[in-house]
């Protein structure tokens, strides 16, 4: 196991620069070694920033892929609200350093992962969002040393300028201090990298029924229904952009090229839906409507 960063191609991220950020990306509110800057998060409204504001230069971030910074298990990924968050991701890396650590991700767009799913070092979570345009794009990146992103996924420490210490650190020198670092426990439900994910098995334990959440087809094109998961296999129908799908993503499978998982209910129940590429360079569905 091992830590990269959120960001950039996969050749940027494993090769970690001393900034740790890739290419062009900057920290706009960055932390100067363990203190946190001091930002406006709208007039008025002063606050102590828990992490990095990640961007490219010109909104030349939109849309750009964001991946797991390790491997967890997933505890939140869903809207928050429009005016506050956006859509928001928070992965649970288990013990590093005998501290729970936790990374969230806000303000994302496109998420293509659910709570309670497996996630490895490296794999796409969601893409670089504006908050339903309040904010310029960029990415909302924090890691947590404590349990309390578990029990509040959304907490904001405002002008506690000490609250903001004790849960949180400064991402970059984290992640160039654990660059090769391993969790003394993962989570339940996590497999450490070098597994498969969205095996048939692999995030769950014996009797675990976790419900399954609602999945939109954003793909221009739709979605192509396969009887197998196969580009090979005998096709059924294509889902238009916007249709909601109920998807396993738990039960999925996963081939050289794509993601797969089996429709549940309706009239395509077992069959199999491209849920996005391995690369990360193209999702099919998320748990967002298209906009």
Not at 35 to 45: A, C, F, T
Not at 120 to 130: F, L, S
Not at 273 to 291: E, F, H, M, W
């Amino acid at each position: 196991m091992a830590f990269r960063s959120p960001i950039g191609s996969e050749v940027e991220r494993n090769n970690m620069p001393v900034n740790i950020w890739p290419g062009s990306w900057v920290d706009a509110n960055a932390w100067t070694g363990n203190n946190p800057p001091k930002y406006m998060l709208g007039p008025g409204n002063p606050a102590f920033h828990t992490g990095a504001d990640l961007n490219l230069p010109g909104d030349k971030d939109r849309l750009a892929q964001i991946y797991s910074i390790g491997d967890g298990v997933v505890r939140f990924a869903q809207l928050v609200s429009k005016t506050s968050w956006g859509n928001l991701v928070v992965i649970n890396h288990g013990t590093v350093n005998g501290k729970p650590l936790f990374s969230r991700y806000g303000h994302v767009e496109d998420i293509v992962v659910q709570k309670g799913q497996a996630v490895k070092v490296g794999d796409p979570i969601a893409k670089v969002g504006n908050q339903f345009g309040v904010f310029p794009y960029h990415l909302h990146f924090d890691i947590s040393v404590t349990n309390q992103l578990d029990k509040a996924p959304t907490y904001w420490p405002g002008l506690d300028l000490q609250g903001t210490k004790h849960h949180f650190v400064n991402p970059r020198n984290w992640l160039r201090e654990n660059f090769n670092s391993a969790a003394e426990k993962l989570p339940d439900g996590a497999f450490a990298s070098g597994g498969v994910s969205g095996g048939a098995d692999e995030g769950r334990k014996p009797g675990d029924v976790k419900p399954l959440p609602v999945w939109y087809v954003i793909d221009p094109n739709g979605a192509q229904v396969y009887k197998n998961p196969s580009l090979t296999a005998e096709k059924s129908t294509i889902l238009p952009r916007g249709t909601k799908v109920t998807v396993d993503v738990q039960n999925g499978r996963k081939d050289a090229e794509l993601i797969w998982g089996p429709i549940v209910g309706g009239e395509y129940n077992g069959q199999w839906v491209a849920i996005r590429r391995n690369d990360g360079k193209a999702s099919y569905l998320s748990t967002n409507p298209p906009q």
